[in-house]
């Protein structure tokens, strides 16, 4: 049966134990879907050994896992890196992409033996998120839309021209519930791909904010350069090639003005943020309600409670949107 | 100092132990050059667990064991394979390979940390090797050399067209030393790089044994097709791209003609195994003596010897033909 709703519970669990029996209990209603989004970002450059226990030990522990039960052989969507790297003259630029390319080979190796049933989709930065926990290189993309709509002023370090290839939580949502519906026939070439996203510059996402919000959130914008943030970003590969996911069926936003709007109505108005009076004056849900933007298949239909007694599928590392952009660089 | 001639002791070490405590002992004489050709082969996909066990925890083991040591940071030369997988689109096709990959970036990734001055190099199937006890699923192609010139049959199960790259021992040995002697300036684009190497077809192959050896003793091959086999080395890549290596100095062999010389002259006399009376004939080490072939640097130069106490370079997992062989698939 296709996964199209299923209800999130939360359960604490250190999948960077010593061996798989760690995770064991994760799996004693054997899911059929697992969405393994780990983990640690930044913080895997920071604390070697940490990043290692966590994003490889810790994958290869719930891989373990469930290759240890006979007869079971659920699919387990792993959400990697565009900056992964897969190309034999891309060195890797951090420990995170490092981690989630060696992550990504577990999942494939395990699922050609028959262990697991895995994908591994791998999503480009993720923006229009509803707080500042993500820390990594490219925070300064995220924080550009999500800081200047509460008012508050954004740093752009980069030059005005730099792209880079994101996502919105909603399409990277439905990405990941389309991974799990895909069969393991539409995944015989391959269990690893560059997930499509929409690539603006940053003088896109300042003219979509004026457009959107008014001119003077989009001043809230500062040009500052970091060259040290520039050597990171500049090196990341600017065309991804996500041929063959598109060629799966999987989406991409439409446009930034589309992930500003639904930034403004989803997150901002759910959380009752305050938003700046410019904001409200452009009748942003009457754009929304005439449904100009397609939306991912099922990610409406989400119900996400907290009731763990409900639970249809095991989301080890967490379902929330903080999770969600922390698993993509 | 370059490396171009040093001696090899044996020391039995569980590199695959509980941490990197197992392997510290390698390291008392701090050597500068380290080659890591380990380990498992096609026994890495029989048996899964003990796979990761020594070719990726025992190769984190020796890099931790590195790191741990303050102000050290040797040169670190992995031998790995062309068969792992660096492209998206490229599924690994055994354990091994994946394990080789995984290993990789764990080279690059804790060099571009500065805890270790690692480069992988990627080998090609290593054929002209003295013994049998390699059995990966190209052993056929070594064997279709070795087991003629000893008079006895070898089986070729693919067909004749079939192309596969292929080094001999020397020049995979002068390619670890010449990856032990380049610089950190010239793989500062890339830590990782498919070796050059020549890629005959079964017919060239035939056809120069004939020539060399007799055509009684090319008529020991026989073709008898394995579908299995087939399917997994026709899955491999064919065009294996080396210009990086080769702008960097690396050589391949000149012709299949070399290798098979030279395997006559190096091989077969020294450990006094008959040869057909007709190869005697063809005078094979004369047309040697004419230096008709170059060979890579450094490589006449290699003293081999027993002794332990006149250690130079630590060489963990042997260096021996028969692991160099089985570094490569």
Known sequence: MPVTSFVVGKRKIDIAGDGPSCVEELFYG?????????????EADFDFDRGYRVNVDGTKNMLDAIR?????????????????PSQCSAAPQDSYDTQKAIAELLVSEYSRKGYVDGISIRLPTIVGCPDATYKAATSF????????LSGHEAICPVPLFF????????????NLLHAANLT???LAM????????????????????????????????????DISIWRTVSSWPQNIDATYALSLGFVPDTSIDAIIKYYIKDELKQKKHSLPTEVEKMHVE????????????????????????????????????????????
Do not use: W
């Open 163 to 174: 792209r880079h290839t994101i996502a919105s939580p909603k399409a990277a949502a439905g």
């Open 68 to 84: 240890a039960i006979p007869g079971y052989c659920p699919r387990f969507v792993f959400a990697s890196s565009i900056a992964a």
């Open 184 to 186: 393991s026939q539409q």
């Open 141 to 148: 993309f995220p924080s550009m839309i999500r800081e200047p």
């Open 286 to 329: 009457d754009d929304l309600k005439q449904k100009k933007c397609s939306l991912p298949t099922g990610v409406e239909k989400r119900h996400v409670e907290d009731d763990l007694k409900q639970k249809t599928y095991s989301i080890p590392t967490g379902f929330g949107k903080r999770q969600l952009s922390g698993a993509a660089a």
């Open 30 to 42: 054997r899911p059929e879907f697992i969405f393994h989004l780990a983990s640690l970002s930044e």
């Open 190 to 225: 391959s269990r690893t791909m560059n997930m499509p996203g929409i690539a603006p510059a940053v003088h896109d996402i300042i003219e979509a904010l004026g457009n959107i919000a008014g001119k003077s959130v989009a001043k809230l914008i500062r040009q500052e350069r």
